[in-house]
């Protein structure tokens, strides 16, 4: 650090300026700036009206000033040598990324509810250590469980675990996954807001390159449809903030409408089986609203959320209505716009008025229908919007573009593979078989002296009028059931947030690769799934700190890029491109990574820092 150096002589003082420096991994000084004697000082400070040590003290914070000597003054000469090979196999570029979401990490307290599990069983090895890092390692170099432990390495804290541990702490965390998650939840309410009067709930499908069957990897329809191959599925339950609460494993065999449920009951303190209270989720309020989609529309799902003040906002489809429903749906009068009670619409005067159709073009008109299943009693809101009709209708013309090419470009009587998937252009392709007879050429039919008919299918393909006719009519309309009594807009405001949970699909499939496994054990893969829910919850965090001004490939990109040089006996150099992004994550986590040369009792400082949660 620069500082004054007086020079004591037996006639005289004079004054220079001394920074400190490494040389070799040790702490020396050296002069920088030579000031003058007592007598040139006193004079300039008695022109000034000051005494010396102001002087000197004004002197000195104009040097660091102009020279540009940081808070810590520190100055670094490190020795490299032309003819000096580099050390074999040593690693001397480490990531440092991490350590922002190790800050969250430990904010959660997930090192206090490992040690808890730890506690529960005898092993040597650091539950939390295995945990921290395979996490850390799934936002930033997602793989396998193997390539993981090689690429942990590059941390800047290498871990002290081996290969085993990893799997044998895969284990561990299964056998406390309700328990993992509650305390998860429980701890970020101190990191996060929490928005639990509205809970949204989806499922997933994971495909695995197997071919048998075990009690978790399961086939079902669509799979056999789509891959061929077991599937496992995951429930995943989001607050209102889109923060993930919980989430659940189960075999893909089974009907993902039943697993909304137990979960449901665990997070508010239901056991599944036997209907006691239980620890749940330490959420606000428990009169929640369940929000998902069409697949979970069942009486089973409306019923237990009717009870007790819960309440659903849950998709309806229109097509699978009741013929009675949707008479009515389709009946022209009686439509309003949202936040307007003061006048109904025909929506034939307006989709056949230009005029009138360009004004309402982006307006959201409803309706509201009494309806009713086998137990509970429910509106029906449906909503048509014009834009939504017109995006429908280009993207099903699209569709039927390609359904035409396909048929044009097959050979003549050659089969095309066909589909009802809803999505799948293939359902707008209409198959017409015949059949026809070949007799052998004679000179066959006299070498076997008997006469053989052949018989051949002919296939002949053409566009399917009647499913685009019965598609046409469903375009631009929406429906959702609830048992809701308030206004309409904070209805439907409910139910279309619910692309916050296929954005948090979308991250852990494409960002974290979480459909990579290379396990074959049942608790194992359920805990590779927990490690991924953890990750996801705390990039979601990282995201929320940042104030969601960066993109995903942004955010991770950096932090996969972030990485030091080791500068041996002095410290470590950054090795990445400072930007504004990098200078968001270090105001916001109060550490620095970003000098030119940051020392190991710095760094030493910022392990203990993080380690301390907040």
């Not at 035409?404 to 998937?421: A, F, Q, V």
């Not at 965090?541 to 993109?551: D, F, S, V």
Request: a neutral charge; proline letters at 2%; glycine letters at 4%.
């Amino acid at each position: 650090m620069a500082r004054i150096k007086v020079n004591t002589s037996t006639n005289s003082k004079s004054y220079s300026i001394i920074d400190d420096y490494y040389r070799n991994g040790k702490r020396t000084t050296r002069v920088v700036d030579t000031i003058g004697n007592y007598e040139k000082v006193s004079k300039l400070a008695e022109s000034e009206g000051i005494d010396v040590d102001t002087w000197l003290i004004n002197y000195l914070n104009n040097y660091k000033e102009k020279h540009g000597v940081p808070f810590r003054g520190e100055k670094v000469i490190i020795e490299k040598y032309s003819n000096k090979i580099i050390p074999m196999d040593k690693i001397n570029k480490y990531n440092i990324g991490y350590l922002f979401l190790e800050d969250i990490y430990y904010s959660l307290k997930l090192d206090k509810t490992i040690n808890t599990v730890a506690k529960k069983h005898k092993f040597e090895f650091d539950l939390n250590e295995v945990l921290s890092y395979l996490v850390y390692s799934r936002i930033i170099f997602p793989s396998s469980k193997l390539k993981t432990y090689e690429l942990s390495k590059n941390f800047i804290e290498t871990p002290k675990y081996n290969l085993e541990n990893i799997y044998r702490g895969l284990t561990y965390l299964c056998s406390n996954l309700d328990y993992i998650q509650r305390e998860l939840y429980n701890n970020s309410k101190s990191v996060v807001d929490r928005k639990t009067r509205i809970f949204y709930y989806d499922c997933t499908n994971y495909y695995f390159d197997i071919s048998e069957e075990d009690d978790l990897r399961k086939y079902t329809g669509n799979a056999k449809d789509k891959k061929g191959k077991p599937v496992v599925g995951m429930g995943l339950f989001l607050d209102g903030n889109g923060y993930p609460i919980a989430m659940n494993i189960y075999p893909g065999s089974d009907n993902e409408s039943t697993t909304l449920i137990p979960l449901q009951k665990k997070i508010i303190g239901i056991d599944p089986l036997t209907d006691f209270e239980i620890d749940g989720f330490d959420i606000e309020n428990k009169n929640t609203i369940i929000c998902t989609d069409a697949a979970m529309c069942t009486d089973q799902i409306k019923l237990f959320n009717v009870e007790k003040g819960r309440a659903f906002v849950i998709t309806q489809s229109i097509k699978k209505l009741k013929k009675e429903y949707q008479e009515e749906v389709f009946k022209d009068d009686n439509w309003r716009i949202v936040g307007d009670l003061s006048k109904t619409y025909k929506l034939s005067s307006i989709l056949n008025n230009e005029e009138l159709r360009k004004k309402y073009y982006e307006t959201v008109f409803y309706k509201i229908v009494q309806t009713e299943t086998k137990s509970v009693k429910q509106d029906l809101i449906v909503t048509f919007q014009i834009k939504y009709k017109d995006y429908l209708t280009n993207v099903r013309n699209g569709q039927i573009e390609r359904a035409k090419k396909k048929i044009s470009s097959s050979s003549n009587g050659d089969k095309i593979k066909l589909s009802t998937n809803p999505n799948d252009y293939r359902r707008f392709i209409k198959e017409d078989i015949s059949t026809s007879k070949k007799t052998k050429n004679k000179e066959e039919e006299n070498s076997l002296n008997e006469s053989k008919e052949k018989e051949k299918f002919i296939y002949s393909y053409s566009i399917n009028e009647d499913t685009i006719k019965d598609e046409e009519k469903y375009d631009g309309y929406y429906g959702v059931t609830t048992n809701l009594n308030g206004e309409v807009k904070d209805i439907l405001k409910i139910s279309k947030n619910r692309w916050e949970i296929e954005e948090n699909f979308r991250i852990l499939k494409s960002d974290f690769e979480s459909g990579d496994i290379y396990l074959s054990r049942e608790d194992r893969i359920t805990a590779h799934f927990l490690t991924c829910f953890i990750s996801l919850l705390i990039y979601r965090i990282l995201e929320n700190k940042l104030n969601y001004k960066y993109t995903n490939t942004e955010i991770i990109e950096k932090l996969r890029e972030m990485e030091v040089y080791e500068e041996k006996g002095t410290g470590y150099s950054p090795a990445y491109v400072r930007n504004n992004l990098t200078d968001d994550l270090h105001d916001v986590f109060c550490f620095r990574t970003d000098y030119e040369i940051t020392t190991y009792e710095d760094f030493k400082k910022i392990f203990k820092q993080l380690k301390k949660g907040r």
